[in-house]
Nanobody, 110 residues
């Protein structure tokens, strides 16, 4: 199983980024998928999750700004991040079932 994350980068506060995570070697459509972020030296925190039926939930800190979606035909989960804030700076990880991607760095400057 491979999870290939992409889309991270540097942006100014108020800007947008879209993260993608493509799953290879797994029956993607049956799994809950999620994005987490992990500040240095701290645990990974849930950012957003979408289950196999399409229901979503979000961390309070990103509600109204981030949107998670999935494309089962492409075996890909997306995280659209708008109105980014400096405190959103972190490495973001996708998960599909019990599997993790390699992380992609998001840096938001003020």
């Amino acid at each position: 199983v491979q999870l290939q994350a992409s889309g991270g980068g540097s942006v100014q506060a108020g800007g947008s980024l879209r993260l993608s995570c493509k799953a290879i070697g797994i029956n993607f459509k049956i799994y809950d998928v999620a994005w987490y972020r992990q500040p240095p030296g701290q645990q990974r925190d849930l950012v957003a999750r979408i289950n196999s039926s399409g229901s979503t939930d979000y961390a309070d800190s990103v509600k109204g700004r981030f949107t998670i979606s999935r494309d089962n035909a492409r075996r890909t989960v997306y995280l659209q991040m708008n109105s980014l804030k400096p405190e959103d700076t972190d490495r973001y990880y996708c998960s599909v079932g019990q599997h993790w991607g390699q992380g992609t760095l998001v840096t938001v400057s003020s």
